[in-house]
T-cell receptor
Framework: AQKVTQAQTEISVVEKEDVTLDCVYETRDTTYYLFWYKQPPSGELVFLIRRNSFDEQNEISGRYSWNFQKSTSSFNFTITASQVVDSAVYFCALSAMMDSSYKLIFGSGTRLLVRP | EAGVTQFPSHSVIEKGQTVTLRCDPISGHDNLYWYRRVMGKEIKFLLHFVKESKQDESGMPNNRFLAERTGGTYSTLKVQPAELEDSGVYFC?????????????FGSGTRLTVV
């Protein structure tokens, strides 16, 4: 199966708290890409990160960090010291072959609400 | 470089009417994708063009949806006649190659409301 699961439907935190968004994937491909996108209230999809399946190094970008664990098929996303502007829906996605073409397979998204 | 452009950004139409969404991909990107997010659900694949050819249209919900990409440049997605369940955000994305080794670039989306 080619599938992405984001079990957390909605998370609410108070500003400055750390928060981790979970992402678990299934794929039969040996080479694949994983992505995180942010959808703020304005509606557009904002690219956050792309990770190749061969690269298991964790990545940090400012307050954002990603933990890729191939052994558990997870690609979790942590926001440190959350801010109100982080409030959005976050999507994890897998680029995989399905029905004759490569496409992005999205999880159902996690809505993050950061309260002042 | 200019990004992926979609218009209109919003459209409100009555059930039974026709709406056409347009997507201009990044220049030189042969691969163009349409996705949509129906309220509260996951973002789902609709179809994939390689230049002007439909590579994969397995995600198109029914024959009320027609996508074209004349000349391999911009693409249109027509919904005729629109139904209430067609409401959602329609995203277009483009990539340089089929494997998206350089990633996908999404447009800002068209929010379609059918009343």
């Amino acid at each position: 199966a080619q599938k992405v699961t984001q079990a957390q439907t909605e998370i609410s935190v108070v500003e400055k708290e750390d928060v981790t968004l979970d992402c678990v994937y299934e794929t039969r491909d040996t080479t694949y890409y994983l992505f995180w996108y942010k959808q703020p209230p304005s509606g557009e999809l904002v690219f956050l990160i792309r990770r190749n399946s061969f690269d298991e190094q964790n990545e940090i970008s400012g307050r954002y960090s990603w933990n890729f664990q191939k052994s558990t098929s997870s690609f979790n996303f942590t926001i440190t010291a959350s801010q109100v502007v982080d409030s959005a829906v976050y999507f994890c996605a897998l680029s995989a072959m399905m029905d004759s073409s490569y496409k992005l397979i999205f999880g159902s998204g996690t809505r993050l609400l950061v309260r002042p | 470089e200019a990004g992926v452009t979609q218009f209109p950004s919003h459209s409100v139409i009555e059930k039974g009417q026709t709406v056409t969404l347009r997507c201009d991909p990044i220049s030189g990107h042969d691969n163009l994708y349409w996705y949509r997010r129906v309220m509260g659900k996951e973002i789902k694949f609709l179809l994939h063009f390689v230049k002007e050819s439909k590579q994969d249209e397995s995600g198109m919900p029914n024959n009320r949806f027609l996508a074209e990409r004349t000349g391999g440049t911009y693409s249109t997605l027509k919904v005729q006649p629109a139904e209430l369940e067609d409401s959602g955000v329609y995203f277009c994305a483009s990539s340089q190659d089929r494997r998206a080794n350089y990633g996908y670039t999404f447009g800002s989306g068209t929010r379609l409301t059918v009343v």
